[in-house]
Every structure is written in C-alpha cells, then in structure tokens.
C-alpha cells in the first residue's frame, strides 16, 4: 500500500476566479495531510490536517469562511472516521470554532457517543480546550455577500444561485498497513434555516470509511446526498457490485443526477489505493499527494501533476 | 401487494412484568397504521399514525416516556421517510412535544430541507401549530429511575444497565401499489449527553425506504448501529446479495453483534410484502395487521395471531 492523502474542497460553479485560490488550497491540503501521515502514521491524523487546513482557509465553506445561515449565523456540520474499528466523531450545529473536525475527533475520543450537536458539542469544545471565538469570527465579505444574493434571488429566478457558492471540504486517506479514513467538514448551504443539518456529518450520507471496502466523502446537494445515500450505495457497489471506487462513483453520481436534478463530488480510496474522483457538477476542486507527486485538477479530466519533495519527517 | 403495517416497540431486555403492555402497545399501534393505511391509502399516514400511536403510551422511549440524557430532559430523535420518491423528514434534539414523528413530516411537507435539529425544530413546531408542552410534562416516573439506576450504576458493575431501558420505536408499511415507507421515533439513551444524537433520525442508518428494495426501522444501541450503518448494510444485501429481508436482517445483525458486542433488532418489508422480523437482543416487541391477521411477538420466535377485523373505512 502506498500512502495517499487525497482532498477535495467542494462541487459546484466554482467561479473562474476563484479557480486559482481553491487549487492552491486543496495542494497545501494536500500536502499538509500527506505530511502529518508521513510524521505519525495516522490516516486520522491524515484527513484532520488535510481538513483543518481547509477550514482555515477563507476561500472554502468551512471553518473560516463557512456560508451563513437564514439569520446570518454559521452553523458547521463535520464528521470523521477510522476505517479499521469504525470508529467515528460527528458534530452538527457547532459554532464559533475553526476546526469542527477537531471537534469531531474530541466527541469520538472522550465521550461513549459518536454523534453529538448544538449546545451540548460546544460544551465539550469548552471542556476539551477548543479556542472559542467571539461570534462572527468566522463570518467572511464573501459569505455575507453571498446570503445577500440569495435573498435577493428569491425574489427573481436566478435557481442557480440558490445553493449558494461551493466549497464543503473532505479528505481521504490511506496508509502503508491499508488502513483508510475518511473525513468531511461544511458549513452548509447559504441562507438554510437554524437548526438544518446536511449530509457531511452522516455516516453513510456524505462520509465513511472501512477498511473493507475504503473511504469516502462527498460534497453537493445535502439534502439529495442525504436521501439517496450516496456513500452507501458507491461502498455497496464496490463490496458487492465488483466496482472500483471510480466506477461507483460515476455510477451512483449519474444515478442521482437523473433522478433528482442535482449535482454531486466524490472522493473516494480503496484499501488498495485505486483512487475514485468524480463530480457530476460543473467543477470540484481536488488535489491528493502519493509519494513525490501532487496531482491537482478542477475541470471534468483535469489531471496536473507537480513533483515534490517527500516531507521531512520529523527527528530524522 | 397486500397491504401491510409492521411496527416494533425497541429491541433489549424487556422484563417480564412490562412484556403485557408492550404486547398491548404494538398490536394498538400496528392497527391504528393498518387503519389509516385503509383509510388514506397513503403509507406515510400509516407509519405516522402506527408510531404516534406508540409516542403517546408511556411504555416505550418516544414522545411521552421517552428516556432522560444526564440533565434529566428529554431530547427526541425521529425519521421518515417515503421510498416512492425517497423524500424524508428528521429531527433531532426535538423537546416538549408527543409527536416528533409528525413534525419530521412537518419538515418534509413545509421547508427545503430534510433534517433540522434543535431550536430550528421548534421554531417550526411552533409556526405549524404543534401543541408545545410545559417542561418536564413528557417526563415519567420510570424515566426518572432509569436515569437515577443509571447514575448509580456507573460506580457498580451493572454494565447491562448501561443504555437504560428499550422502547425506541418504528414502523414500516407496504400499499396495494407497491409503494413502502419506514418512520423511527426515540428519546435515546438514558444518561446521554445533551446533544447527543443515535441512529434513529439517519437515513441508512436507523431508518430507510426505497421503493426499488424496501423500508426498515431499526433499535438497539445507536451508536453501534450507526457507526455498523446497519439500515444501508442491510439493503445492499437486498438490492445485490440475493437476499430477503429476513436474511439480509439475520447477516446484518449478526454481524453487528459479532463485531461490537453490542445488540440490536430490525423489522423490514420489501415491496413484495416480504417481511423481516430479526433480533440479537434478549427480546423485541413487534406487531402486523395484514388483512384481518394481527400477528405480534416479543421473545425468540414467537408468533401470534389475532383475527381482528378490517378497520371500517370512514364514509364507506
């Protein structure tokens, strides 16, 4: 097995201009990922970093930068898991932190429950340490903008404007022993109602991971994801439909497509490695890191490769 | 398609002494759905119906009797979903009202979303005219003492007391026309954290219908059942493996219960009719009404018949 750490930084229209910015997020993610696995072994420590840089990053919804709610509010769904005990962290409804994959890991490491949400995550984030930021912290020009536009667009019919603009992010990750996990962050979809959770923190839905099989996460329509369970059905097909990751992923993808007129990303890895990226949007930011090479892309068959140097890893 | 309504009353250690009125409330509940499925013709009414009746009786942990988290409040879980077009409602961290069944359907019928939690649940509960009880008015003197044993517990040994005791509770239901539906209600674990959210409202995990495979509803511990994506396992053996229902339930849990040392319990129907009644827990309690046949069971392989009559159809 060859250790990767594939990300992807959400489907969608992603605007020319923010072509440049999302390629040079989802390389260092990337590559942060790919860093933290070559320096512990971790795959989880693989997939937080890789998402966590993400968060941090203004240009992705998630973390800083998360798309606002009806009332203006970010509310941020995440969830993370180990493909070898299955076990995982999920989070809906948090507030006020940059890492609710952190937070996810938290919830799976110190409590007996996987899932937890609103108030009660935030007083476990108080608890365990979590810098609390004062509210607004995370709110962005760009996500106020865009719940603007959104509310403006109501009145109009501008129905492409009414998921707002991409950018949930995910990550992938396999190492040497064929452990894989997976993990997924969002704020959402801009102007939701308070209180809506999407398909990013269900397992199953937007995120999951299994030695067995591999490790997904997918990024789109919430609440299509979340109805046709879409991570379920590609793991069914490569457990039991002889698919490879990619071949699942065109196919449940295209599936869902037809039947609910939406759009969807997915980036999957199986035990093997065989990677799956695909996306039935106009474009999904994705970059994955496997030794000296990073391969990036945006567009549908987009496939950039740079060279670069394996991580020093540390104390050696 | 004969038409046909399946509920369970939760998977565990049901005692003896309650075993009468566990009986009593899935033979009530799978006549009330089997009523409203004659009389609606709609199998959304009839899971609705068949689990409003089970969250209204204090012996089952869903609406009132539901169990307690560690404040001492109660914290509700629900879905349902339909599998002709697969749109579904959930809810979570629900408070203070019978039916959080119904308000999943409010979600469903009223907003954009799917699934909506906390105080954006009861905002909604309250524009759509739910009956918002006082605090404390869904909390039972058994809920009470599951939660004090429970606390007890954590200094002795009694490790089976751990989850408190069963009760969540579900339906499924089959049409003349093929057309099947699946609803989970619960208030959890006794001493959850605040927040803290199982199995019950996550599509493919504790709950599912797709017309192409089926509708299921499962109990036990949500955690495991989440993390084991037991509803999504189950159906991928349904849709690829050859397998019934009964079958798929049987590998599924079976599975579950090998890996995790945990128990759970599941009923199913596929569009067919064929049902799948299976449990790794000491008990279930179960009921259906298909014609004038009411069968109900709570141990190990049991089956008993009533013949009742069909419901009298309103204006007939």
Redesign the interface.
Known sequence: FEPTVLVHGGAGNIADAKVPFAKLGVKHAARRGYEALQQTGSVLDAVEQAVNALEEDGNFNAGYGAVLNWDGDVEMDAAI?HGGN???G?V??ARDIVHPISLDRCIMET???????????M??AQQQGFDILSKGALVTEAAKKSLADFKASLNGSRADMLYGSPGTVGAVALDACGNVAAATSTGGITG???????DSP????GT?ADNETGAVSATGHG?TI????VV??ML??V???NCSMQQAAQQVLQQMSARFEQTAGIIGIDHFGQLGIYFTSKRMSWAYQRGEELHFGVDKDEDEVEIVGEPRVANN
Not at 111 to 121: D, K, L, M, S, V
């Open positions: 898991m299955l076990s995982a999920c809906s409804l409590t007996r429950h996987q899932y937890i949400a609103g108030e009660g995550a007083h476990i939701k109602l308070p209180g809506r959770i999407g269900l397992l199953g839905a999951y609440e979340m109805r046709f369970n379920s059905r069914a097909l457990q039991h439909g």
